[in-house]
């Protein structure tokens, strides 16, 4: 990967040997006085800036380039500054680097030593940015392996084989808690931009105007507060990959700014006029049709035909039910290791759970389950799963077996064993939970509007439940 650079001297012979120097393995760019310095980090991503301390109005008086520098670092602390220093000036070099260089070296330069200053600023630089795409995927926990041998899988980890190397933009559809982020992690280890960033940006979670401010980034005023220059996501993420979880929330403002960057590799910071260049690949991913929200006018077509190059489904849980072992087998040796605890398997009671249950909220909820259950554990063996979420979990198959029992009795109708049926799980939730309608509703699977699905569901079948309680 190309990396950007800076040569900040009045000197012009100086910037064209370093220029010469470092052309062929990196990007330069040039200037000769702090005006035109400023410009240039306005207008571009710099990944390292070679500074003179000699510097105009002042050109013998190094405080004017250390005055910059630690400017920079304020502004910029994620820039990697390399200084330029008069012949044996070490005392302003050590100076230099309390500020917040990274590296020296002296005029008349040598070089070899320009070459390895340069060099160990890009290996540091390179170290901090894997360092960080590992925090990244240690945090989100999705930097393990897709596991199953089921075809559904083995499907799967073929398409992204060969969707990785391509340089193509990528839609990842999957229900919540299928690993979406895991595959555009995969997506980006396997192509040519793995050694660069990877950038994950959940657009669900983040409001519209702080969106636009996290993508793009700003410049300096742009708004009351805005006391430096940020850099966005894609400049950050130029020369690797950016991946932007539920798509869809996108704001139709933002929108029409993400598609310059896809067509033309442009982009201004909020509160900026000049004309940024990134070089990112984008994969997106979403829950909800697309296509609909085109028709709904919610999504711009011509965007979704530019993200829509190439889609990857991802199964959910509970059609490869047959990899469910193999990947309850990992979470739990995963989360024994995290909780300190000695776990070794699950027991039958357990296992059966599990095939019993159709899990809405797929590996995610199967993670969260376990986790719960080694927390809790007494033993070296989960012998049971803490209650599930829904109705075939804890107490469902007494319920069915109730109903069953009710099919030879002659004069009921389909629609009436069904009602039968619903009464006796709403029941049994309200029984097992205390009368509270909202966890009733939780252990049922109504999700998010829980409490009101039960207060209907009691109103309805006439079950009795104190008004005041949750």
């Not at 990967?1 to 009045?10: A, E, K, Y």
């Not at 990528?170 to 192509?191: F, M, N, P, Y």
């Not at 990877?198 to 410049?219: D, K, Q, R, V, Y």
């Not at 690797?240 to 929330?249: C, F, H, I, K, P």
Request: with cysteine; net charge negative; charged share 25%.
């Amino acid at each position: 990967m190309r990396h950007h650079l800076l040569i900040i001297d009045d000197n012009d012979i100086n910037r064209l040997n370093l220029k010469l120097l470092l052309k062929k393995e990196h990007e330069v760019f040039e200037a000769g006085d702090l005006e035109a310095a400023e410009a240039i980090l306005g207008e571009h991503r710099i990944d390292l800036v070679l500074l003179d301390l000699a510097l105009p109005p002042e050109p013998d008086n190094p405080e004017i380039g250390l005055g910059y520098l630690a400017t920079l670092h304020e502004t910029n602390p994620d820039l990697t500054v390399i200084v330029i220093t008069g012949h044996d000036a070490h005392e302003i070099a050590e100076r230099a680097q309390q500020l917040g260089a990274t590296d020296f070296f002296a005029k008349p330069f040598q070089p070899e030593d320009v070459h390895d200053a340069v060099a160990r600023a890009m290996q540091a630089l390179n170290t901090r940015l894997r360092e960080q795409a590992l925090h990244h995927a240690l945090e989100s926990r999705m930097g393990r392996e897709l596991l199953g041998s089921s075809p559904a899988m083995q499907q799967l980890r073929a398409m992204i084989d060969s969707v990785a190397p391509m340089p193509s933009t990528v839609l990842i559809r999957g229900e919540t808690g299928t690993g979406k982020e895991l595959v555009a992690r995969q997506l980006h280890a396997r192509s040519n931009r793995s050694e660069g960033p990877f950038i994950a940006i959940n657009c669900a979670a983040i409001s519209a105007e702080h969106l636009e401010l996290e993508l793009f980034g700003h410049e300096k005023g742009a708004f009351p507060g805005a006391d430096r220059r940020k850099l966005g996501w894609f400049e950050r993420a130029s020369g690797g990959t950016l991946y932007l979880d539920e798509v869809a929330n996108l704001p139709l403002p933002i929108q029409v700014k993400l598609l310059r960057v896809l067509e033309h590799g442009e982009l201004s910071r909020v509160g900026g006029e000049a004309t940024i260049h990134t070089d990112i690949r984008l994969l997106c991913s979403t829950r909800k049709q697309l296509d609909r929200l085109v028709t709904d006018g919610l999504f711009r077509d011509d965007l979704y035909f530019r993200i829509h190059v190439v889609e990857i489904n991802i199964p959910p849980l509970r059609s490869h039910l047959q990899d469910l072992p193999e990947i309850a087998a990992d979470i739990l040796r995963r989360k024994g290791l995290e909780c300190g605890k000695q776990v070794e398997g699950f027991g039958d009671a357990a296992l059966r759970q599990m095939r019993g249950y159709d899990w809405p909220g797929n590996v995610r909820e199967l993670e969260n389950i376990i986790e719960r259950a080694v927390v809790l554990s007494q033993g070296p063996v989960i012998e049971r799963l803490p209650q599930l979420c829904g109705p075939h979990a804890g107490g469902g198959d007494d319920l069915l077996k109730q109903w069953i029992a009710q099919l030879p009795e002659s004069g009921i109708k389909a629609d009436q064993l069904t009602a039968n049926f619903e009464r006796m799980l709403i029941e049994k939730a309200m029984e097992m939970h205390h009368g509270v309608k909202i966890q009733a509703g939780q252990w049922l699977g109504y999700g998010d509007s829980a409490k009101d699905k039960m207060r209907y569901q009691c109103d309805k079948y006439r079950i009795r439940y104190t008004p005041d309680k949750k």
